[in-house]
């Protein structure tokens, strides 16, 4: 438990010497998210009508911003071969990388909703849906993302290539993520989308950080 703490601890303080990088995604989901009222006008019922398509879009494409240097920093300098070489499990260290990734990306995303939500009129009941979607689906972005991020290391072009690899695997979440809140505005019950994503996280956690680790076992070798 204590080197699951100190990698997560080492790599947000990392990160807070590299601002930019959080402060880039936030800023990309913010604008994302505002232009469409901006350009589709004051159509409230509109508005509310793809909110919940559009939020959860942007919380994807936001997420994939950051997934690119999960590992690649610590793979330039050496650190990530120290940690194969660690008598600390390789997968235990790749957890608190993920989790590292999901504060910085995700559990920002999951605060601004609610702000951002007012703008497309959506009400308290249904932006604390899109709250809870965001609280269960931003983990398993971040879960699935680690395993493009570790396949796609010291790969020219990665992010690109990265971008090909998740997307696909990111859209059960975002059909589920965006169901649910849309479901809960048009007065049906949303538990089922919620039992589903929890159930993908579930999976994601049990599975997604070994085949992350044999990945970057691969890429280092």
Known sequence: MKALLAIIRRDLLLVMRRKSEVLTVLFFFVVVTSLFPLGIGADAALLRKIAPG?????????????????????????????????????????????????????????????IIGIQFDLDAGSLYVLMGTLLLGTPVLSLLGSIGAALTLGVRGGSVLLSLLILPLFIPVLIFGAGAVYAHSVG???????????ALLILALAFVPWVSTAAVKIAIE
């Open 54 to 114: 559009v939020l959860w879009v942007a919380a994807l494409l936001s997420t994939l911003l950051g997934l690119h240097r999960m590992f690649a920093t610590d793979y330039q300098d050496g650190s990530l071969e120290q940690l194969v070489l660690s008598p600390q499990p390789l997968a235990l260290f790749i957890t608190g990388k993920i989790i590292a990734h999901w504060i910085v990306c995700g559990l920002p995303l999951v605060l601004l909703a609610p």
């Open 188 to 198: 049906l019950d949303a538990s089922g989308h919620f039992s589903l994503l929890g």
